[in-house]
């Protein structure tokens, strides 16, 4: 697997694990720094690397009434003020070339592609050819086979810097499942990949906002069998009041779930690791 060395201190594909969690989407500094001060914690008791995720824009909601980021200047100072207070890089999605210029590639240390974007090659490309690492989301409606096309797309602009994440499948309606299949698909690729816990039980169409818009109870089954099959790391969205969530309200995970969570998925992958050796 290849070794991704985003700071002296964090390295992607090496022998110690990625947290990649937070918000669903930035709200406001208080959230923020309150999810990252839990999580940097909790991550160095679990002997885990740490990077801040939060969307600073969502932009397929399903309701134009529905809260869909900050004002881009404001997300960015925000984002800037986590690196600086705590010490940890940060990842966001980007949704158009455009935002790139506008001081997006300048303040985060990892930039997204969206899974539902993952075909777009002008975004892809675009992204790629900043040099910085690229974390690809498969798309839900991809083959996971085809996800090497479009780390052939960033590859092709001289960036080898990239992670997968897998989010689940399109399952009928309303429905994500995880394959886990596809998670050593992508592997064989050669990059880290990582398992996004939160979206692959979240039920799309529903609002975020009804508790049956995500079915939390099968991470007891999902998280486990994930680490089980040695990834890089896993990639998971939290919030302290996720009720009051402005986003995703029914699949994050408050503090209490999420070290419960955190904690058994760290350990049975270190435990698949050493038999590794």
Known sequence: MKQINLTKDIVFGGDKPLLMAGNCILEDRETAFKTCEFLKKLAAELDAQYVFKASYKKDNRSSVEYFTGLPLDQA??????????????????????????????????????????????????????????????????????????????????????????????CFGYRDMVVDIRALQIMKSFGYPVLYDAGHSIRKYGVPSSDPKGGAKEYLDSLMPACAAVDLAGLFIEVHPEPKRALCDAASQLDFDEARTHLTRYFQIARFVKDLAK
Not at 99 to 119: C, R, S, T, W
Not at 129 to 150: I, S, Y
Not at 160 to 165: M, V
Request: hydrophobic share 45%.
């Open 76 to 169: 960015l100072r925000i984002f800037e003020e986590i690196k600086q207070e705590f010490d940890v890089p940060v990842v966001t999605d980007v949704h158009y070339p455009s935002e790139l210029n506008e001081g997006v590639a300048e303040v985060i240390d990892i930039l997204q592609v969206p899974a539902y974007l993952a075909m777009q090659t002008e975004l892809v490309m675009a992204i790629a050819r900043t040099g910085k690492t690229v974390n690809l989301k498969k798309a839900q409606f991809l083959h996971p086979e085809d996800m090497k096309k479009v780390c052939a797309k960033v590859e092709s602009a001289n960036n080898t810097n990239i992670l997968l994440t897998e989010r689940g499948t």
